[in-house]
């Protein structure tokens, strides 16, 4: 994986919702790539499928069809914005069951904070960047407080002490 990996939405219609369907999507998802982080059965209101458009879910013709128990997916994967519009233009049997926050990479996040506040939607950053901020910002408070720690260990815990013998 090239790029960060960031979270989107995927909401499955209620017409669509059945547990066979939400099955086939989530192993088609997996043989696809995408890790799915979350999912769950929720029950949407026209007010809450009014805000997922504004947190760009493609629904502009079909805002009706979200209202009731949809099931929801939180997918990541690098580019996922992309690759999940990809993936849903490839299954034609997913169109008009599927609708997804993939205008733009950065609504994909909103959406899902929308749905879950307390989910973090921060981009897992690839493994260059992590070995940086670890380079740049955890080595040097690690170690210093790694070596503080050894040393009241070995001054209270030498194996190499001289016993002691009390008489």
């Known amino acids: 994986m090239d790029g960060a990996i960031s979270k989107s939405l995927l909401v499955v219609s209620p017409a669509a919702a059945s547990v066979a369907f939400t099955q086939k999507l989530r192993h088609e998802l997996y043989v696809a790539g995408f890790i799915v982080v979350r999912e769950e059965f929720r029950t949407l209101n026209a007010e809450l499928v ?76 690839n493994s260059v960047e992590a070995r940086e901020y670890v ?17 009241h260990y070995l001054l209270e815990n030498n194996p190499r002490s001289p016993p002691i013998t009390l008489a």
Request: hydrophobic share 40%.
């Open 50 to 125: 009014d805000k997922l458009s504004q947190s760009g879910i493609d629904v502009d013709d079909s805002r009706s069809e979200l209202v009731g128990d949809a099931y929801l997916f939180v997918v990541a994967r690098s580019d996922v914005g992309e690759l999940l519009g990809s993936f849903v233009a490839e299954h034609t049997e997913l169109h008009g069951s599927v609708f997804i926050a993939r205008s733009r990479p950065h609504l994909g996040g909103r959406a899902v904070t929308l749905l879950f506040p307390k989910m973090v939607c921060d981009n897992i950053p």
């Open 135 to 151: 380079q740049e910002e955890l080595k040097g408070l690690l170690l210093s407080g790694l070596t503080e720690w050894l040393a």
